[in-house]
């Protein structure tokens, strides 16, 4: 699994920070599911541990009011597909938020207008132009203190992509039944 997201702030891996909103909702969820294991405390040597799971940025820097324009979000595609392209046993993305879906399929070169962005959305991506096996697209909504504060993104939903994660990882294919 590879969560996605724009989000900076707390290290949790080399080159990668979060926001110190993600502490409780994000990174519980990750412990719960599977994906790590010991305790988070937004310190490097807090004994956090991934596991099969890789934490990377669809945009690398931190832009302005946390929105980056699409030059950055341009600038950063390399480096994200060369990341998607290097994890050969890939199987399922998480994307957070509309901006590291639609970057999730400018690196397959995959149409955005065939793959809608929505909350527990998920989709089969062949990739194309970075060469890499189909690949499982699942969505969340970005679980930023906006979205949690007001509603729009619930313990419950961000909980119900996660299962739906953990089941595709499951299956031998990564594919719903497959």
């Known amino acids: 699994m590879s969560a996605l997201h724009r ?4 290290q949790t891996a080399p080159g990668v920070r979060l926001p110190a909103i993600l502490q409780v909702n994000f990174f519980t ?20 541990q991934l596991i099969s799971c890789l934490i990377t940025n669809a ?4 832009p302005l009011q946390n929105k980056p324009a699409l ?8 480096f994200l597909a060369a990341t998607i392209t290097a994890l050969a046993k890939l199987r399922v ?18 149409k955005r207008a ?3 962005f929505a ?36 313990r419950e939903m961000f909980r119900a992509v996660f299962s739906k ?7 031998p294919s990564g594919i719903p039944g497959g």
């Open 165 to 171: 994660v953990r089941e595709r990882l499951r299956s």
């Open 114 to 116: 065939a793959f809608p």
């Open 119 to 154: 909350h527990g959305a998920e989709y089969q991506l062949n990739a194309r132009r970075t060469g890499i096996r189909s690949i499982t697209l699942i969505d969340s909504y970005h679980c930023s203190r906006y979205n949690t504060n007001t509603g729009v993104l619930t």
């Open 7 to 10: 989000a900076c702030g707390v």
């Open 93 to 110: 993305i998480l994307a957070l938020g509309r901006v590291a879906h639609d970057s999730v399929l400018r690196a397959a070169g995959a």
């Open 29 to 48: 969820t990750i412990i719960d599911f599977g994906f790590a294991t010991g305790d988070y405390v937004a310190s490097g040597n807090d004994g956090l």
């Open 59 to 62: 945009v690398r820097c931190v």
């Open 71 to 78: 030059s950055e979000i341009t600038n950063c595609q390399q």
